[in-house]
């Protein structure tokens, strides 16, 4: 996820700009819903005190914008380095956590954009898995308040075509079990425990490193999302995969996530939304 050049300087301004305008809609939306419960709760105790005291006015109330999200826009408004992905593809991923947050939300890769997805999550819980064991140290020094674990990887790119093939047999299209005891290849088993502990409501996968023969790829990434997608007790899952222009993420976001649960795709990034598959027997793609 780490940016490797900076051909896009100018969409920084027009990115924070987006970000600045949906932060100031989410506070105001939080603090309009909060005001109207609490006048709802005072309503009887104040016509006491308007019929005791004649009582006609009110002093208004201020909130202050939480220091988390104060923090992101001042690292944005502060930094030269934009975000990998573009504005139109962060939008996909923004829409959905308009609608779905706060909530459980899971990042393979860590970067430039870690920030961002923590603050559009405001009070939910957002994770992130890193391969680089010194940019998780550098992160962490920078913004000590993101949540990231250290994931080693025993795939290379160079397995894709044998993996994409064993990915066919039964034992990895198998729902019923516990990821971390499958057959499969594919699956990842080693994962920090709160990967398997926590019901993910949305997972990107933007990462491992998968533009060179000897980097990991992303293809047990892809695969465990859309299986632990699956394995849910109910509800749905969306799950977003970064850079589908590469040969990689496309056959493996097409095979295990299935283009029949693909709902939207812009530019380089795809969205899916998988429902649960332990109400009952369902094909592994519809």
Not at 178 to 187: E, G, M, N, P
Not at 199 to 215: C, S, Y
Request: hydrophobic fraction near 40%; include cysteine.
């Amino acid at each position: 996820m780490k940016a490797k050049t900076q051909k896009y300087i100018n969409i920084k301004l027009v990115l924070l700009g987006f970000f600045l305008l949906f932060m100031v809609f989410f506070i105001i939306r939080s603090n309009a819903s909060a005001n109207t419960t609490t006048q709802n709760q005072q309503i009887q105790p104040i016509r006491a005190i308007q019929q005791e005291n004649h009582v006609t006015s009110q002093a208004p109330s201020c909130t202050k914008l939480p220091p988390s999200l104060a923090s992101t826009i001042m690292h944005y408004a502060t930094s030269n380095i934009t975000p990998q992905q573009t504005l139109k593809e962060i939008s996909v991923t923004a829409r959905v956590l308009e609608r779905k947050s706060p909530c459980n939300f899971l990042v393979f890769g860590l970067g430039h954009d870690s920030l961002m997805w923590t603050a559009l999550n405001h009070g939910g819980r957002t994770v992130f898995l890193e391969e680089d064991s010194s940019w998780i140290a550098t992160i962490r020094e920078m913004h000590p308040s993101l949540e990231s674990y250290h994931v080693v990887y025993n795939t290379k790119l160079t397995d894709a075509d044998s993996l994409l093939e064993l990915g066919q047999l039964p034992g990895c299209k198998d729902v019923a079990g516990d990821i971390r005891f499958s057959s499969c290849q594919l699956a990842l088993k080693g994962l920090p425990s709160v990967f398997y502990e926590v019901q993910w409501d949305l997972i990107m996968v933007d990462a491992p490193t998968g533009w060179i023969p000897e980097a990991p790829g992303r293809m047990g990434a892809i695969y465990t999302a859309g299986m632990v997608a699956r394995q849910r007790p109910e509800g749905e899952t969306e799950v977003f995969v970064h850079d589908v222009n590469r040969e990689v993420e496309d056959k493996f976001s097409r095979t295990f996530l299935c283009e029949g649960y693909m709902k939207e795709q812009e530019n380089r990034i795809r969205h899916f939304t998988i429902p649960s598959h332990r109400g009952g027997e369902m094909p592994f793609c519809p």
